[in-house]
């Protein structure tokens, strides 16, 4: 079992910036891919951005790329998700996972899942 707790959330003005953290605690979770994912009201959960267990592959969502990166720290068992020029259609709940594996842009292989932190962006 791996356990993520998300944090970094929080409410922002437009053209700002935030810094989401995912700590893992459990099984090994350097040999995980993380993902993060986000949920905005009366939406799917949708893809943001992936990262390899040895940090040296990612993959993002079109609508990030360019704004967010995807990062992690095997040593302190840590990923962490720093988006910039946020945008008022960048506001969800953005939720850490992480599965065995290589990376993954569907939810549905993903294995473990945080809480959840909410991300407010306004206009």
């Known amino acids: 079992q791996v356990q993520l707790v998300e944090s970094g959330g929080g409410l922002v003005q437009a053209g700002g910036s935030l810094r989401l953290s995912c700590a893992a605690s459990?099984?090994?979770?350097?040999?995980?891919?993380m993902g993060w994912f986000r949920q905005a009201p009366g939406k799917e959960r949708e893809f943001v951005a992936t990262i390899s267990w040895t940090g040296d592959t990612t993959s993002y969502a079109d609508s990030v790329k360019g704004r967010f990166t995807i990062s992690r720290d095997n040593a302190k068992n840590t990923g962490s998700l720093q988006m910039n020029s946020l945008k008022p259609e960048d506001t969800a709940v953005y939720y850490c996972a992480a599965r065995v594996g290589p990376i993954a842009t569907t939810r549905q292989y993903y294995g473990y899942w945080g809480q959840g932190t909410q991300v407010t962006v306004s206009s």
């Open positions: 459990g099984r090994t979770f350097s040999r995980h891919a």
